[in-house]
């Protein structure tokens, strides 16, 4: 076992020890210590910012992007945003040993399904270095330990975040070890991250796609990964057409880079000609460029063409695509085949084509009369997310702490015998 | 790409196709079609005993054990068992469509989740071919299609079963292509469908440990799977002892092969005196072999001396391993360090005990006073099961109907708008 290696085993084998004491910590010894931390974040300030200066220093030589640099700097502001999640993620309901589906069989036993943490989670992240804080409370908090693997471009600032969570932590009733980062900048430390199967139950990834695909290519860990937000709105022949402009104005421009903005635009042929003409000025309006099939462009010749690419195209950025169909089943047809199963909206006030949309398109989430940018856990009420999940097993859409948890059986008896 | 990549796409996409068209089935449609099923296997014992005598023929000639051949072989009751299990499974309530979780949201929009069909799933399978039936019934309630990969022993009896499946489903609104079997006995054609992330949602392999151990190491889909079952009875130091004596013995001996058989028994020293000569008796008279610690056979000094490899082993055979542990924590330390994570049991009577036991030990099963045997989906009350998954995510423990399906988020709003 090389070096590295080695430090990654010992790792792991430190957190799958922590995790069993952090599962049965009580929801008050788990809030507390995020109160603590907390606390100590609002203590460090001058530490953290200092530790922050060195990464920013190091950015610019190496000539980083504005908006990456935006990313990597901490502020009094983003560290109190920070303190405040801890706070928030501290007073949610703890789902850990909550009981359902209880039933009782034939012979009297009881059989139920208890809520319980992952085990050791591994969070693999880029600039931002506010998720070292955010995804270790949301750990914490759901009772499991998490190994920490942030950008390099934000080592010093990851580095003196860790710090202060184990040190809070270990002023507290739980193991400092539920909280390690990898403070190494070898990228093969990821490697081995993610085939510690011995040790890891899964992997987050918060990051770009191409993280993403090298990921899901090595990792033997099971992933909750995030892949593309290609979504749709489409505008049914019985949509109000007041409230479908509005609907698709705030799903483009609510916000252009987050995964839930609208990326095409599905229109009923049999309301397009009304519809898209006011469309066209909005967006305008809004600086959003147009793509349109070949319908779309007789309605509105200064659409530019659109070709396969667009309908495939995640854009994350002020273009849209737009196509004009025939029926739902088009529509639905659009979306399977172009769609990245994310999320995707009907706009409509015929009950059936609600329900036949709701029921069929097989994204994560699927909205009736809503704008895919409200595709996030605060949105829906979780509280607080760890990402946006595009896998079909396990947390699918927005995870939240429930997401951090699985059931496992409890089954009470008297002394039953089998058979 | 190969003759065999080529195949297996083509089933791939066919496969997916057939799942957009069973998702949206009605549970009248998927019930009607598997009792079409049931008659159509009803009506073909002729045929299918024929093809099942090719495949025993084959088998005998290439001298199978004894075992094996009853794995493989088909009769008229056997058959009749499948149509039953086929009424069975048509009878079950439909999970798909049931929405949980409802909330309202404070702008108004309501929030759901929507038991969805998982998609494609693969079944892997070795000998037995009346999985071909039971995996593709259980699909198809659940509104999955399949792509089925029996054991090259069974090629004939699975190849006839399919060609049943087929023909009933050609004849119902349901698409043929919901079942389709894999006809090659090409080794390498696991590893392509293991790898078809496109099309397939989940593999279910249903084998030894030897076809799970290469899986895990080749799939790109996510494993529903099952790999150890290293189960322990704990009988703690406030036990009932009577209870606990039939409790161990029920465990151990219901059936020595399934996965649910008590490995090892754990005893508090406190009780070990008293219960140990009564366990070794009764098991004696059953001819299970005992292997003790060092304490154990202090009481019972005809118990074999047991290793560390018998706390690792599951025998699914006559033997037992013995420990005498000091407390509770020891108890839950040694099923920590040796289980397999399926399924372990406390015997007390001591409510704080059993609430410890329940909470900490992380199995998928955990039992309060009933024996590890009935780690089984029928006793569990889902109604029929295609395994026991040991895996965390996603199900845990017996997976029924509901393991074969996901949930998606459903927003339903009046055109709010976010921010």
Known sequence: MTDLAQTLNDIGKRAKAAARDLARATDTEK?????????????????????????????????????????????????????????????????VGSLSNTTVRPNGMRVSQMRVPLGVIGIIYESRPNVTIDAAALCLKSGNACILRGG???FHSNVALADILREALSETTLPADAVQLIQTTDRD??????KMTDYVDVIVPRGGKSLIRRLQDEARVPLIKHLDGNCHVYVDAHADLDRALSIAI?????????????????????????????????????????RGCEKSRNICPAMKPATDADWAEEYLAPVLAV?????????????ATWGSGHTDAIVTQDIDAANRFEREVDSSSVYVNLPTCFADGFEYGLGAEIGISTNRLHARGPVGLEGLTTQKWVLHGEGQTRG
């Open 31 to 95: 809030s507390k210590a995020l109160l603590a931390i907390a606390t100590k974040l609002d203590d460090s300030h001058a530490t953290l910012i200092e530790a922050n200066q060195r990464d920013l220093d190091a950015a610019r030589e190496r000539g980083l992007a504005d908006a990456m640099m935006d990313r990597l700097k901490l502020s009094a502001k983003s560290l109190a945003t920070m303190t405040e999640g801890l706070r928030q993620i501290a007073a949610l309901p703890d789902p």
């Open 189 to 194: 430390a990821v490697g081995y991250l993610v």
């Open 323 to 335: 196509r004009v169909v025939n029926s739902i089943e088009q529509a639905m047809d659009h979306i």
């Open 152 to 154: 390099s471009e934000a």
């Open 250 to 290: 705030n799903a483009k421009t609510y916000r252009y880079g987050i995964c839930g903005a609208m990326e095409t635009l599905l229109v009923h042929a049999e309301v397009a000609d009304k519809f898209l003409p006011k469309l066209e000025a909005e967006m305008s309006r809004h600086g959003v460029e147009l």
